[in-house]
């Protein structure tokens, strides 16, 4: 109905709101890669069934472990997400060279690896993930660490691992 | 009744209002560029985002606190002289939205490259300029319908995706989900209520499960909206328990989405007469 109306009052936006339509509905067959505005809505759709061990960031300030609950949602990710970034670099970086070089190129587009890649610069992002979690604590920050740790799913319960890597080995 | 220009202006005035609501929000929150001060990037598989970011234009914001205020700047002070020009000259209003739609563009495209949130929940801002650039009625009209069909598509997808991609299907589905999405706050509070709650539901699957298929329910309901505006006020209510329950049970936010609820607030309004301007 709507189309109808809107074709008999202009082709044009008629032919556009149907690119619109064809490109997003193709974007959603095709999976995989996305074309802004056109984005698969899919969140949690994959079937997730819990795993036997997640790795699991923790922060540790003056000598004390950061707890989810002392912070509002976007807080605690604003905490999360950098690490998460961080120790993505790697993948980040194999992602340009595996997919973005491999399709732009097809289509003759040449893309610079130096806007898409960055360095594993443990001591940079700690320097700045500094003063930029202060912002979100209460009091001063004398001691950070960060490590990586293994849980394991056991009796109802996250169970840590014995041993914990701190995250410049994550990103190397 | 039919749309006329008052309901426009309303629409202007109830679109800034959101705007500046979730602005003054996010800067209590500190969700502004110049207070995230991004440092690090993240490619997303976005064939736009890949050509803004062959400019380099990510990385220039980057340790420059000067240029995220004036990004900043620019994406929160636009929707006031859109108003204002709105009210004043309609030719002008159209140029300020114009360029709106540009910044808007930009920023959330660069702002989302940042650890920050994903694209898909700012997809308010990139097309709803496009309504303010509407001249005629009946155009804005249309084109507040195609906004509205794209708020049902966001929902209505989601929940078809679940059925496509079986998640719906799977038992300890909201299980998986919640372990994966909370392990840092379930390792990093033990014994606080919300950490024994999620804990009871993950393992519980049955009533967690109870959850992800009502959640499913309510986006496939959204399916509705494509054949009929009746259940449209339903449809508001279903947003706003959803977004409610997401950011309880996911501590996900999704309230970026809510000016697309103006769509589904006017849509009883029918279309506008050929000869109104």
Known sequence: ????????????????????????????????????????????????????????????????????????????????????????????????????????????????????????????????????????????????EIYYRDYFYQQAKLQPAQTQHSLSEVCR | MSLNQQHRKNIVAFYCLLFYALMLFKWWSGLFLYQFRPEIFNTRFDLVSWFLMNTGLHQWLINQSLRWVLFDVAFYILPL????????????????????????WIYIQCYTLFPTNSIESYTCWLLFPILFLTSRLRSFFFVLQGLRYYFLFIFASAGTWKIIQLGIFNADQMSGVLLYQHKEFLTSSPGYWLTNFFYWLINHPFWGYLLYLAGTLTELFFIAGFFTKKPDRWLISAFIVFVVLDLFIMRIYYWELAPFLITLYYSRYRRPSANAR
């Open chain 2, 81 to 104: 002289f859109y108003w204002l020009a709105f009210l004043k000259n309609s030719k002008l209003a159209r140029a300020v939205a114009l360029v709106m739609l540009i910044v808007n």
């Open chain 1, 1 to 144: 109905m709507y189309l109808k109306l809107l074709y008999r009052y202009n082709r044009a936006y008629f032919f556009l709101v149907a690119a619109f339509i064809i490109c997003q509905l193709f974007i959603n067959f095709k999976r995989g890669m996305v074309v802004s505005p056109f984005y698969h809505f899919g969140m949690y759709s994959q079937v997730m069934k819990p795993d036997v061990k997640y790795a699991v960031f923790e922060i540790e300030v003056n000598g004390a472990r950061l707890q989810g609950k002392d912070f509002t949602p976007w807080q605690w990710d604003k905490i999360n997400q950098p690490l998460v970034y961080f120790a993505g670099i790697h993948d980040n970086n194999l992602f340009f060279y595996s997919e973005v070089q491999r399709i732009t190129s097809k289509a003759g587009v040449s893309m610079d690896s130096s806007h898409f890649t960055m360095p594993c610069n443990y001591p940079q992002f700690i320097d700045w993930y500094k003063s930029y979690l202060v912002r979100l604590l209460p009091g001063p920050i004398k001691s950070l």
